[in-house]
């Protein structure tokens, strides 16, 4: 019995440095999106606007800050907030990424709150990555494209959960930003979408 008491002890004590180890990894990940989309499937080279608009309801209720981007769990399952690399909302760093993608297709972003002859306006209503052994990434994302006085023109929306093989920080956020690239990318090769920003010129 008294072998098995000091098996037991010695095991503990064998496990806390890996504990405290995966909680010191666990606390201020940071998340880098504003290069997340490389490339789009579609051209353009007209004027257009481009809004991210964070509906998520623990932001609207203030319960997390707008750069809260997920959680990173330590060796208890314990949870620590991901934030953005930039400081920046969420928001902001999702229309830097769009923005920056768009342009290399050949649109002119126009100034935020800008008139343009289309605006493209996604809607965040959920993104919270959630990592320890395994990343998930839950969404809920909804694309409009509206003309110059404001009329829809075409939607497209998105919802569920990815689940990717989980890392330590540089790898969970590589894989996050993928995943924002892919679920962007599917929503704007929406047939309706697609073609309401191709005849924006």
């Not at 504990?19 to 990894?25: D, E, P, S, T």
């Not at 998340?31 to 789009?40: E, F, K, N, T």
């Not at 929306?157 to 990815?162: E, R, V």
Request: proline letters at 3%; glycine letters at 10%.
């Amino acid at each position: 019995m008294h072998r098995i008491d000091r098996l037991v002890r010695q095991l503990k004590l064998c496990s806390l440095p890996v504990l405290l180890v995966l909680a010191g990894c666990a606390v201020g990940n940071r998340y880098d999106y504003r290069g997340a989309i490389v490339g789009l499937p579609v051209t353009g080279s007209g004027n257009l606007a481009v809004d991210v608009i964070d509906e998520r309801p623990y932001i609207a209720s203030h319960e997390k800050k707008p750069d809260f981007i997920g959680l990173q769990r330590g060796g208890f399952g314990n949870p620590f907030n991901v934030t953005t690399t930039s400081g920046h909302p969420l928001a902001q760093d999702m229309r830097d990424a769009i923005t920056s993608a768009l342009q290399k297709q050949g649109y002119f972003i126009v100034a935020a709150g800008g008139a343009a002859p289309r605006k493209l306006e996604l809607r965040v209503l959920e993104w919270k990555s959630d990592s320890m052994m395994r990343l998930s990434v839950a969404y809920d994302l909804v694309l409009s494209v509206f003309d110059g006085s404001g009329a829809l023109l075409a939607k497209s929306a998105t919802k569920g959960s990815d689940v990717q093989g989980g890392g330590f920080e540089s790898q969970n956020a590589a894989t996050a930003a993928h995943v924002f690239e892919a679920r962007f990318t599917e929503l704007i090769r929406d047939e309706a979408v697609h073609k309401a920003l191709s005849a924006a010129q």
